[in-house]
């Protein structure tokens, strides 16, 4: 060669790993020309099989040292999880319980070592369990699939808690369990609250039935007496008595109505959610006939875009919803001439949509979130009748659908008010 570095004898050895994979070459070189013996090439054969063991020995090495600091990570994660964990062998001994599970069940380690996890079996269990034999369990273990179960957990010292456990099976390549993880999560406290809120769940209903029982008959004394009075004495009544007997009326029916929407929002709580086929357009026709007098006497004007749809839906929640979209809108349009609502249904690949739209009186877009709330009316009580409460209802209602509700409005222009509900509960039209 001409140039640097004037190589003028080269002979290589490729470098393969074990899978004949190449990584570069073992090369001698001279500046005069050679040729190798057989035993010379044999002897660079040798060398680069050094060459590649060495590779091969550090990579091992750099490999074991990861795998040691993954371990080690995992250990000290277990160590400092506030979760108890413990890990047992094939056959459900207890062979590690970090300090967690120490401290929760009152035992040492030694102690715990060689024992069998009380979750394992399937002692004290309830019927949240999926399984509820100590075979059963096994079975699903030995299955690859993981079991979970709640159960009372008896410490050293006599305590008892309740403990959420979820059990994690490993199978080696042959598909038999090498050793299984548990994690435990104290739910004791869960449940004292989850017991907490059904006692005052159901001290709430019994306040319920006081409200209904104790303030509506009364209210329905006041009422009778006050229109005996305009029926039986209104000759004798002077014409600010007639007025303050007619207040007496209105506000008694009001506060009637407010304890009605009251007890409705309360019980909705507790109201089981019963999922049914339900022909969406008979469900709105049936709803429209109801209020077939109000809107013929406001001559209202009807746009109806639904087609004959079936939805997996709650009947019941869904039919309050809408009736009562309808009744705003049928109420906050009345004024206008003439009154129009257009209610409008369509399929979406993300959900299905309702809208029920009205050219009433609208609303400011910032007190968007507002009309939802309990009580919140943007409207004075001698402008529109109503309590305040028909949309928080909706609102929770909706929630219990798992669909959202929103709306768009310009003062003075309508509203739109949009219901949501997941894809999924499209059955299919109805043929």
């Known amino acids: 060669m001409t140039e640097e570095p004037h190589v003028c004898f080269y002979a290589g050895i490729p470098l393969l790993t ?13 500046h005069v020309p050679r040729q190798l013996s057989n ?56 062979t590690y319980a970090n300090p967690t599970f120490e ?16 979750a394992m079996q399937v002692m004290n269990t309830t019927d949240n369990c999926e399984s509820s034999t100590q075979a059963e369990l096994w079975d699903t273990l030995r299955s690859g699939q993981p079991w979970k179960c709640q159960f009372e957990y008896h410490r050293k010292d006599g305590d008892s808690l309740w403990e959420q456990v979820d059990i994690w099976p490993a199978l080696d390549d042959d598909g038999h369990i090498s050793h299984c ?13 989850q017991q907490r809120l059904l006692a005052k769940n159901e001290e709430l209903k019994g306040f319920a039935y006081s ?6 008959a009364p209210l329905r004394g006041i009422s009778g007496y006050a229109q005996e009075l305009l029926r039986k004495h209104q000759a004798a009544l002077s014409e600010r008595g007639q007025f303050c007997v007619g207040q007496i009326i209105s506000a008694t029916k009001n506060l009637d109505q407010l304890i009605e929407d009251l007890l409705k929002y ?41 087609p004959p749809i079936t939805l997996e839906s709650w009947e019941r929640g869904l039919q309050q919803v809408l009736a009562n979209l309808i009744d705003n809108a049928i109420k906050y349009s009345s004024h206008a001439s003439p009154a129009r609502i257009t209610i409008i249904a369509e399929t979406h690949p993300e ?49 219990k659908l798992g669909a959202t509700i929103r709306a768009e409005s310009t003062l003075g222009h309508g509203a739109t008010f949009f219901l949501e ?4 509960v499209k059955q299919g039209v109805t043929q």
């Not at 609208?362 to 402008?383: K, T």
């Open 181 to 193: 993880l548990l994690f435990k999560i104290d739910i004791t406290e869960q449940l004292r609250n």
């Open 421 to 424: 509900l997941p894809a999924h």
């Open 351 to 399: 959900c299905f949509r309702l809208s029920v739209a009205d050219n009433g009186i609208g609303f400011d877009m910032q007190y968007h979130d507002r009309i939802f709330g309990l009580f919140n009316r943007l409207v004075r009580p001698s402008e529109f009748e109503g309590t305040g409460a028909g949309l928080a209802i909706v609102k929770k209602l909706v929630e």
């Open 211 to 216: 409200v209904s029982h104790d303030l509506k």
């Open 266 to 306: 309360s019980r909705l709580d507790s109201e089981a959610v019963t999922t049914t086929p339900v022909q969406l357009d008979a469900l709105i026709n049936g709803i429209l006939r109801d209020r077939a007098h109000t809107l013929e006497e406001l001559g209202v004007v009807l746009d109806l875009k639904v």
């Open 103 to 118: 401290q929760a069940s009152g035992y040492s380690e030694a102690e715990l070592l060689g024992q069998t996890p009380q």
């Open 39 to 94: 035993s010379q090439l044999e002897a660079l054969r040798t060398l680069g099989r050094h060459v590649m063991a060495v590779l091969e020995l550090n990579r091992t090495m750099a490999r074991l040292q990861a795998e040691q600091e993954v371990n080690r990570l995992l250990a000290r994660a277990a160590e400092q999880s506030p979760v108890q964990i413990v890990m047992t062998d094939a056959q459900g001994h207890i």
């Open 18 to 30: 074990p899978d004949q994979f190449p990584l570069g070459t073992l090369c001698v070189i001279d």
